[in-house]
């Protein structure tokens, strides 16, 4: 969101080391080992834990992703000064730069982080021996390693977003807020809808949140597919919580207005959280597929790594491409006004209001932000093709109601989300303004996130069963 003008900043020059330049092929093949190293030893260390059941442990979990976590961190900046260093070039992109910052200041948090939770591993297997199996369960330490993973990349995003706004141009007619116009209702209809919200709002959280607490209290439901549930469920909970709070306040305040940083930070956790939905959903048709298409294999593919991994690189995909499309936004820059027809600030209503071109936004939509839609809505059509097959191979009316038992909560969830977000983003709109962008984004973020525990809970026994044994008072299996 830079003014278009000719002294806007496209690319930074990096001094480099102080060296001298008959020394500069000395140093460069030394900092290549030296990056070499790095990358060759941690990947070894990461191979033999992952091949050695004796290493699968709490120390050697996080070991593990401290390694992962050394080579991410020394990849941000060894490659790019070995390539300067090589080519004699000094230049870094705007791009290049902000995106360099953001990487540094994650993985040099997580670095911090894994390293707090190794210290506190090693406390307890000491202090307490006889309770360290309880105490460092596999739970708490996918726990520790998630609440890590969002803490170091919130903090990175932070200083990003805050260095993106001084790198803008400094003038008197730089954006500093935007007006939301939000729903389209009259005046007097206020109250009505904001209690209405209000109450989705909170219906969602509660639901979600009971979600997460049954399966976190009841043993019969730690298995995979209840595994991605909760993650589900966490996932609705902020997704939620990027747009309902903002606009319930502008409703009771009678205001309009959010700031500039405040609507870039919308925008991205929104692309973030919608992405992560639709990996998770994905992640959970794989199980389905695997469940009901290979039984006999289930406990032995849907490990308990497999499903660690699938949920990691699901959180890494969506932020990076919600990352991707802010860094985008945030170099252009708009002189047609900040008034957004919208409730809260969607990235395909900020393009439209840009001045600047946006051919680069929208070829990044096109690509990465189709690509963690459309791949992951193809692999859950071939899951479910599968199975499909599986039981038309042996059709029998009891596999039958076994396999909509199985999947019937999962593919009416999957069927709302994605019809939302082809009616949102895929079939036009006849102008910018249309009431009907409206009325399925609330659809999307509102109403989706609040029925969803509905539907697992409706449909499926063992929520079901563990609902009744918390309501009557009855022992919750652990």
């Known amino acids: 969101m830079r003014r278009d003008n000719q002294s806007s900043v496209s690319e930074f020059l990096l001094l480099g080391l102080p060296i001298q330049p008959e020394q500069q092929g000395m140093y460069y093949a030394l900092f290549l080992g030296m990056y070499l190293t790095t990358v060759l030893g941690n990947l070894l260390i990461i191979l033999l834990i992952r091949l050695d059941s004796r290493l699968h442990t709490p120390m050697y979990f996080f070991l593990s992703h401290l390694a992962l976590t050394d080579i991410s961190f020394s990849s941000v900046t060894a490659p790019k000064m070995l390539m300067n260093m090589l080519t004699q070039t000094q230049s870094i992109s705007y791009a290049g730069c902000i995106s360099q910052v953001y990487f540094f200041l994650s993985f040099g948090g997580l670095d911090s982080f894994l390293l707090t939770s190794m210290a506190y591993d090693r406390y307890v297997a000491i202090c307490h021996p006889l309770h360290y199996t309880t105490m460092m369960s596999q739970n708490l330490c996918l726990q520790l390693v998630i609440v890590s993973w969002v803490l170091s990349s919130t903090n990175s995003l932070v200083h990003t977003l805050l260095l993106a706004r001084i790198m803008r141009r400094d003038n008197q007619s730089s954006v500093s807020e935007f007006l939301l116009l939000g729903l389209p209702i009259w005046p007097e209809q206020r109250s009505m809808v904001f ?284």
């Not at 993650?231 to 747009?243: E, K, P, Q, R, Y």
């Not at 699901?314 to 991707?324: C, E, G, T």
């Open 195 to 478: 209690t209405l919200f209000l109450g989705m709002y909170l219906t969602t959280v509660l639901g979600n949140l009971l979600i997460i607490l049954l399966i976190r209290l009841d043993s019969r439901l730690h298995t995979p597919m209840y595994f991605f549930l909760s993650h589900l469920a966490l996932t609705d909970i902020f997704f939620s919580s990027v747009t309902a709070p903002k606009m319930l306040m502008n409703m009771l305040m009678h205001t309009q207005s959010i700031s500039y940083a405040g609507c870039i930070s919308q925008e991205f956790f929104f692309v973030f959280f919608a992405n992560l939905d639709s990996f998770l959903l994905t992640s959970m048709a794989y199980d389905r597929y695997v469940a009901i298409c290979h039984p006999l294999h289930y406990p032995r593919i849907m490990s308990q790594n497999l499903c660690f991994l699938l949920v990691v690189v699901s959180w890494v995909l969506s932020s990076a491409n919600a990352l991707l499309h802010t860094l985008l936004l945030a170099r252009l820059s708009f002189l047609r006004g900040i008034t957004l027809p919208h409730f809260f600030c969607d990235l395909s209503a900020l393009l439209k209001l840009s001045s600047s071109d946006t051919t680069i936004n929208q070829l990044a939509i096109l690509t990465a932000g189709s690509a963690v839609v459309t791949l992951p809505f193809m692999c859950i059509l071939v899951s479910y093709g599968h199975i499909g097959a599986t039981i038309l191979r042996r059709p029998s009316l009891k596999g039958i109601c076994k396999a909509l038992s199985t999947c019937g909560s999962h593919l009416s969830v999957v069927s709302v989300y994605y019809g939302a977000v082809i009616a949102l983003y895929i079939v036009p709109s006849s102008n910018s303004t249309n009431d009907k962008d409206i009325a399925v984004s609330v659809l999307y973020t509102l109403v989706i996130p609040m029925v969803n525990p509905f539907i697992y809970s409706l449909r499926n026994r063992d929520i079901k069963g563990a609902l009744r044994n918390i309501l009557s008072g009855g022992t919750i299996s652990t």
